[in-house]
C-alpha cells in the first residue's frame, strides 16, 4: 500500500510537469488535480513559472534587474519626444535671433548708405560750385562757394563708420581716418585759387573721393545678408549711383556752358557715358523696386511742368555739341540750378526710401524681440519641465512596478494556499466529488458493484470524546 506522503507527491509530479514543446520547455498542469494557476493571465503564469525564459532583448519585469531595463525604456521614450522639443525650440530661437542679426545688419548699412549719398551730394554740389568758380567766366567772389563747405563738413561729421581697408591706406593715407579726410579737404579747400588749378583739377580731385566713397558703398550692400530685402538694396544702390552719375553730368554740363563747349572730345565722350548710365541705372532701380517710382513722382508733382522740359531741351544743346556756342554763365547758372533742383530730388527719393526701409526694418526688429522672448520662455520651460517630467515618469514607474511586484508575490502566496486547500480536499473527498463541490454543483451518489469498507480509530478518541461529553 502507498503512504500517504508517496500518494501526495505522486499527485503533485502528475499534477505538474515539465513538457518540451518547440525546443522550450514549459510546466504543462492541465492534468493537475488542484488547477492553482489556472485562473491567473498566461504571460504572469509564464513569468511566475519559468522567470528566466525570456526572449532576447528582453528581461523578467519581475526581477530587480528587469525592473531597472523596464524603468530606463519607460524614462527613453519619455525623454526623446521631451529632447526633440528642446531641439526645435533651440533650433526656433537661432533661426529667430539669425533674422534679427541679419536685419540688424541690413539697418547698418541702409544708415550707412544714407549717409553716404547726403555726403556724395554735398560733395558733388561743391565740387560743381568749385568747377563754376574756377571757370572762365566765373565769379570773382569765392563767398558763394565756401557756403558749401559746412554742409560737407556737417555730412562728413555725421558718416557713422569709416570702413577703410589696407589698399586704401597704402595709396591714400589722407583716408585712414575721418579726421584725415576732412584735414585733406580743409588743405585743398584753402589751396583754391583760379591761378594754380582748373576745372578738370577740380572735377578729378572730388570725383576720385567719390569714387571711393561708391566702392565702399558697393562692398556694405554686398556684404550684407538681407536675402529677403535683397531688391530693394539693389534699387538703392542703383538709386545711389544714378544720383553721382547726373552729378557728374551736371558738372560737365557746367563746363560746357560756361566754356561754350567742350575743349576736349574726351570731355564729350565722358559727358555722353554719365548721362547715358545715369539715365540707365534710375530706370534699373524703378524695376527693383516700385517705391523709387512713387517716391519720385510724388517730389515731381509740385514742380512746374516746364523743369524737366528745360532740363531736357539743355541737356539736347550739349548732345549736338555745337562748336560755335559762345560762352554764357546765365545759361551755366539755369543748368546748374535746373539740374540742382532735380539732384536734390533723387537724394530726397534716396532719404525717403531709406527712411522707410528703416522703417519697415525696425517693425521686423521688435517682431523678433518679442518672437525671441516667446522662444527663450520655451525653452527655459521646457528646461523646467524636462526634469519634472522625467521624476514624475520615474516615480510612476516605480510605484506600478512596486504594485505589479506585490501583486505577482500575493498572487504566488496565492496559488501555494490554494494549491494546500486542494490537496487536503482532494485528500478527503473523491476527485470527482471535490470538483462538482469546487463548482457548486449537485454532488449525486453513484453506484459501485463492490466497495471495500475501512473502519478505523484514533486512539483515546472514545475516551476523549466521553470525558468532553461528561
Request: with cysteine.
Amino acid at each position: 500500500m502507498m503512504s500517504r506522503s508517496a500518494a501526495v507527491a505522486a499527485i503533485t509530479n502528475a499534477s505538474y510537469r515539465d513538457v518540451e514543446a518547440n525546443g522550450r520547455r514549459r510546466v504543462d498542469n492541465s492534468k493537475s488535480s488542484f488547477g492553482s494557476l489556472s485562473q491567473v493571465d498566461e504571460k504572469v503564469r509564464t513569468l511566475l513559472l519559468h522567470p528566466n525564459d525570456i526572449g532576447r532583448c528582453k528581461e523578467n519585469s519581475l526581477t530587480h534587474k528587469g525592473k531597472r531595463i523596464q524603468l530606463a525604456k519607460m524614462l527613453l521614450l519619455t525623454l526623446v519626444p521631451v529632447l526633440s522639443l528642446a531641439v526645435l525650440a533651440v533650433l526656433d530661437l537661432h533661426g529667430i535671433a539669425y533674422g534679427n542679426s541679419v536685419d540688424i545688419q541690413v539697418r547698418n548699412v541702409i544708415r550707412f548708405s544714407r549717409d553716404i549719398g547726403v555726403l556724395l551730394s554735398r560733395l558733388q554740389r561743391e565740387r560743381d560750385m568749385t568747377a563754376l568758380y574756377i571757370s572762365v567766366i566765373g565769379p570773382e567772389n569765392k563767398a558763394y562757394l565756401t557756403e558749401t563747405y559746412p554742409l560737407t563738413d556737417s555730412a562728413l561729421e555725421e558718416l557713422r563708420e569709416w570702413p577703410v581697408k589696407n589698399n586704401i591706406l597704402r595709396a591714400l593715407p589722407h583716408f585712414r581716418k575721418k579726421e584725415d579726410f576732412s584735414r585733406h579737404l580743409a588743405i585743398h579747400r584753402a589751396s583754391i585759387d583760379k591761378s594754380n588749378t582748373t576745372v578738370y583739377d577740380e572735377i578729378y580731385f572730388y570725383t576720385d573721393a567719390i569714387q571711393i566713397f561708391i566702392d565702399w558703398l558697393y562692398e556694405s550692400v554686398g556684404n550684407s545678408k538681407g536675402t529677403g530685402l535683397w531688391q530693394t538694396l539693389v534699387a538703392y544702390q542703383f538709386l545711389i549711383v544714378s544720383n553721382v552719375d547726373t552729378g557728374i553730368e551736371r558738372t560737365l554740363g557746367s563746363v560746357f556752358f560756361s566754356r561754350g563747349g567742350f575743349d576736349r572730345y574726351d570731355d564729350y565722350v565722358w559727358y555722353l557715358e554719365k548721362y547715358n548710365v545715369g539715365r540707365t541705372n534710375f530706370k534699373a532701380s524703378k524695376k527693383y523696386s516700385t517705391l523709387i517710382d512713387s517716391l519720385y513722382t510724388e517730389q515731381v508733382k509740385n514742380l512746374d511742368e516746364n523743369f524737366t522740359q528745360t532740363i531736357d531741351e539743355m541737356r539736347l544743346v550739349i548732345l549736338n555739341n555745337d562748336d560755335g556756342r559762345e560762352p554764357d554763365f546765365d545759361d551755366a547758372a539755369e543748368w546748374f540750378d535746373s539740374m540742382t533742383v532735380y539732384i536734390d530730388i533723387l537724394a530726397n527719393v534716396q532719404k525717403n526710401m531709406a527712411d522707410e526701409i528703416l522703417i519697415k526694418l525696425e517693425n521686423e526688429l521688435k517682431n523678433d524681440i518679442e518672437a525671441i522672448s516667446v522662444s527663450i520662455f520655451l525653452v527655459i520651460v521646457v528646461i523646467i519641465l524636462c526634469p519634472l517630467t522625467l521624476q514624475a515618469i520615474w516615480t510612476l514607474t516605480t510605484d506600478i512596478q512596486n504594485y505589479a511586484l506585490t501583486l505577482a508575490a500575493q498572487t504566488k502566496a496565492f496559488n501555494r494556499e490554494k494549491k494546500r486547500s486542494n490537496w487536503l480536499l482532494y485528500s478527503m473527498l473523491p476527485k470527482t466529488v471535490a470538483e462538482q463541490l469546487m463548482r457548486h454543483e449537485e454532488v449525486k451518489g453513484e453506484f459501485y458493484d463492490q466497495a471495500t469498507i475501512f473502519f478505523s480509530e484514533i486512539v483515546e478518541i472514545g475516551r476523549a470524546s466521553c470525558r468532553e461529553r461528561v
